[in-house]
T-cell receptor, first 114, second 113 residues
């Protein structure tokens, strides 16, 4: 059973560019959340997708947007990249039904903005 | 808003020493508490959880109790190993983990042989 997968592993962009990160949830999971983890910090919640809609959003600007597909996979898009967007981007998935609702994390995508 | 504060790191211990990592939180309602571990170059792994007051979670020799009266949770292990070297995060969620997680800043642990 594959866990949460993310692509690409690493990415280097320049200021002003746009980037798309991808996430496939763990089998049986229908909810995907994205987090930004700056170096030496704890992850910060960006947003969560369920039934192809954004269900919750953290304190991130509109440059950060996302999408969830019918197969529950998800994309995170960041426009007009800033140097401060350099971070590890983590995807987490969970099942929305009753019972165990732990979030399982992928290995992350390391984004470097030059 | 909800927030989590962890003890300052880094923490350096010798193998077989006793470990305690402190975590306090502020939250509305009745959050669930989680401890995650991040090994070098990897994503986060759920170590254990405690979903209600006085719950005790345990896994791989680690234990943590959810102290609602002191809004805290302390991660403990009786005898650490070199392989326990990692960053440990305390996190809370407002609905059994399905909603967003609010993380502390993490505590880096290094175990020397």
């Amino acid at each position: 059973d594959a866990g949460v997968t993310q692509s690409p592993t690493h990415l280097i962009k320049t200021r002003g560019q746009q980037v798309t990160l991808r996430c496939s949830p763990k089998s049986g999971h229908d909810t995907v959340s994205w987090y930004q983890q700056a170096l030496g910090q704890g992850p910060q919640f960006i947003f969560q997708y369920y039934e192809e809609e954004e269900r919750q959003r953290g304190n991130f600007p509109d440059r950060f947007s996302g999408h969830q597909f019918p197969n529950y996979s998800s994309e995170l898009n960041v426009n007009a990249l800033l140097l401060g967007d350099s971070a590890l981007y983590l995807c987490a998935s969970t099942y929305s039904g009753r019972g165990r609702n732990e979030q399982f994390f992928g290995p992350g995508t390391r984004l470097t903005v030059l | 808003g909800d927030s989590v504060t962890q003890m300052e790191g880094p923490v350096t211990l010798s193998e077989e020493a006793f470990l305690t990592i402190n975590c306090t939180y502020t939250a509305t309602g009745y959050p669930s508490l989680f401890w995650y571990v991040q090994y070098p170059g990897e994503g986060l792994q759920l170590l254990l959880k405690a979903t209600k007051a006085d719950d005790k979670g345990s896994n791989k020799g680690f234990e943590a109790t959810y102290r609602k009266e002191t809004t805290s949770s302390h991660l403990e292990k009786g005898s650490v190993q070199v392989s326990d070297s990692a960053v440990y995060f305390c996190a809370l969620s407002d609905f059994q983990g399905a909603q967003k997680l609010v993380f502390g800043q993490g505590t880096r642990l290094t175990i020397n042989p």
